[in-house]
Every structure is written in structure tokens, then in C-alpha cells.
């Protein structure tokens, strides 16, 4: 005869768990789950010292599962946040971040900074129209300029991204697979800035699963944007992420394991060359390798690419 399948029960509180986290020998409740969420979130700040006590936090916000997650986790520990969104112009969908995003911000009366791609001329269709280049690496450029200046201008030391494990998984994985030496030297939870200008960027989901975080979402009844960008699929990031989930499911703490060994005993041993004190560019004044940063090279390629054709139409 079969015993009736036992429901699991919350290892804290031994009330019906409602999320079961095999990687952690756990399973909780929804109020414990809360607790453990913020106590990963709270070990990864205190233990990479991701932000000082006195800092207000900049949290880049899409308004996907994982930022929103991010910035409503900071809010409910008690960090100063304040939003930076990104409207990259990618039609429905952009539009549908920014209203969850900014639905977000109003509902908690929380700072949201807004940069308008369109407004600036480069929304990222328009980038990868004129300049040829794959979206996510003109959009990738775009971003991580956007978050250095926008701290810079309103003064933020640090600027919080929702990487989550599968996110850092993925990455490390790619990394390995091609021995990438440069990168895997700058793959850190916390990454110091190289310059004045630059900010300092720190992951505070990185001990936390996709899973955890969309769990996360659900019991918290955030309201995100479920669409993906229309760039993402078949970005190789994505087949990282699905190989991995079948590793997970046969060896449940894979993933974790080989972030966090990576992070403590791999990592320091791949010494970054040591590159050149960056410069200034001379179109924005941000830091800049040549003389002029990425960011504005590819905005002037834009330029240039886009003055003869439009001159054609008209
Ligand atoms: Fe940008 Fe690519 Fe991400 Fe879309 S998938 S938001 S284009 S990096
Ligand atoms: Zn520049």
C-alpha cells in the first residue's frame, strides 16, 4: 500500500510550504520565505560590503520580476533607493516597462529617474538600424553608460542591478566554456569603480535563483512586466540558463555552489591586466579609453549613418 504523499511543511514554522527550494534542503511558508529572501539579500550586501550605511542606493529598475524584486526587497530592509529606468525604445515592450515601472514608484512613493531613449534620438531600434551592431550589444553599451552618468550627475556611489544566480550561472558558464580570462576577472558581485566617475555596481540577487525571485514576485503580488524584450530569444544567455536548469534538476545546489566557489576561491586568481587610467571623452566628459567613450562613439555612428538618409528622404 502507498503512505499518502506527505504535503511538505515549512521548515521554520512547520505550517503547508507554499515554495519548496531543493538546492536548500528548504521548503516555507510564505511569511518564511520572506524572511529567507531577505536574509540572502542582506548576507550578500553585508558580506561583499555592497553598500555602506550611510549611501543611497541607485537601483536600476526594467520592471521585470527581478529589479522590481530588487528594489521592493532594498525599500522593505530599509535602504535610501532611488529608480533608474531605462526607456530603451523598444516599442510594446519598453512602453509597457516604464508603466510598471513608474506604477511601482507611485504606489510607494518612491524617486524614479527616467532616461528616454526616443527623446535622445537613440532608441535602441534606431542604434542597431544605422550601426548594424546585434541590439543586446548596442543596447548593453547604452545601459552601462546610462548607469555610470546618471549617478554621476545626481551623485550615487553605488548602482544596484537584479542579477540573480541564474543570471551570474549563465555568465560564469559562457565565460568558462570560452576561457575568457578578461572577463572572468571582472565577474564579481561587486564591481570597484576604476574611475571618479564611474559608480561602483553591485548585484544584491546573486543568491538567489529566477525561481526565487519570481516567487518572490508572486507572493509579494508584484506587478511586472511578464513580456521578454524581443531581442532576448535565442540570445545564447538564455540556452545557458536552460542547460543549467537541467543540470539543477539532476544535481539540485549546482548552481549556487559553482557561483559562490568562484566567487571565494576561483576568482581572485584571475588577476585583471591592469588597463590604462581611463581619460575624458571629449563629447560627454564621462571616462573614456580613447577620446571618445563607446557610448558616444556609437551615437555618432548613428549620426553619421542617419544624416545621409534622412537628407534621401528628404
Ligand atoms: Fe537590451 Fe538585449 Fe536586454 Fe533587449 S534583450 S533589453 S536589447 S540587452
Ligand atoms: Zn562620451
Not at 529567507?36 to 553598500?51: C, G, H, L, N, S
Not at 550601426?131 to 543596447?139: E, G, L, Q, W
Not at 565565460?175 to 558581485?189: I, S
Request: aromatic share 10%; proline share 5%.
Amino acid at each position: 500500500m502507498h503512505k499518502p504523499a506527505t504535503k511538505p511543511k515549512c521548515k521554520r514554522c512547520r505550517q503547508p510550504a507554499v515554495v519548496q527550494l531543493p538546492a536548500h534542503h528548504s521548503a516555507f511558508c510564505r511569511d518564511c520565505f520572506f524572511v529567507f529572501f531577505e536574509r540572502q539579500v542582506e548576507r550578500a550586501i553585508t558580506e561583499e560590503r555592497m553598500v555602506r550605511s550611510d549611501e543611497e542606493v541607485l537601483v536600476a529598475v526594467s520592471g521585470g520580476k527581478d529589479s522590481l524584486a530588487l528594489w521592493d526587497v532594498l525599500d522593505r530592509l530599509g535602504y535610501h533607493t532611488v529608480g533608474l529606468h531605462l526607456d530603451l525604445g523598444i516599442g510594446a515592450y519598453s512602453r509597457l516597462s516604464r508603466e510598471k515601472t513608474e506604477q511601482f514608484a507611485r504606489q510607494r512613493q518612491l524617486r524614479l529617474e527616467v532616461v528616454d531613449f526616443e527623446k535622445y534620438g537613440h532608441a535602441v531600434p534606431e542604434m542597431v538600424r544605422f550601426t548594424r551592431r546585434a541590439p543586446c550589444a548596442a543596447c548593453g553599451t547604452a545601459k552601462r553608460y546610462y548607469f555610470d552618468r546618471v549617478a554621476a550627475e545626481r551623485g550615487f556611489s553605488v548602482v544596484a542591478t537584479g542579477h540573480n544566480l541564474d543570471d551570474e550561472a549563465a555568465r560564469l558558464l559562457g565565460n568558462v566554456l570560452r576561457w575568457d580570462v578578461d572577463h572572468l576577472a571582472r565577474q564579481r558581485p561587486v564591481l570597484e569603480p576604476s574611475h571618479e566617475r564611474f559608480a561602483r555596481k553591485v548585484k544584491p540577487l546573486f543568491r538567489l535563483s529566477e525561481y526565487e525571485t519570481a516567487a518572490y514576485a508572486f507572493l509579494r503580488r508584484l506587478d511586472y512586466v511578464i513580456e521578454e524584450c524581443p531581442n532576448a530569444a535565442g540570445a545564447t544567455q538564455l540556452r545557458l540558463k536552460e542547460h543549467w536548469n537541467r543540470i539543477e534538476a539532476d544535481m539540485p545546489g549546482s548552481k549556487l555552489h559553482f557561483v559562490l566557489e568562484f566567487y571565494r576561491r576561483a576568482q581572485p586568481r584571475f588577476v585583471e591586466a591592469k588597463a590604462e587610467a581611463p581619460g575624458t571623452c571629449e563629447r560627454c566628459g564621462m571616462p573614456a579609453h580613447r577620446s571618445l567613450c563607446s557610448f558616444c562613439s556609437l551615437v555618432l555612428e548613428v549620426e553619421r549613418r542617419k544624416a545621409p538618409a534622412s537628407a534621401a528622404a528628404g
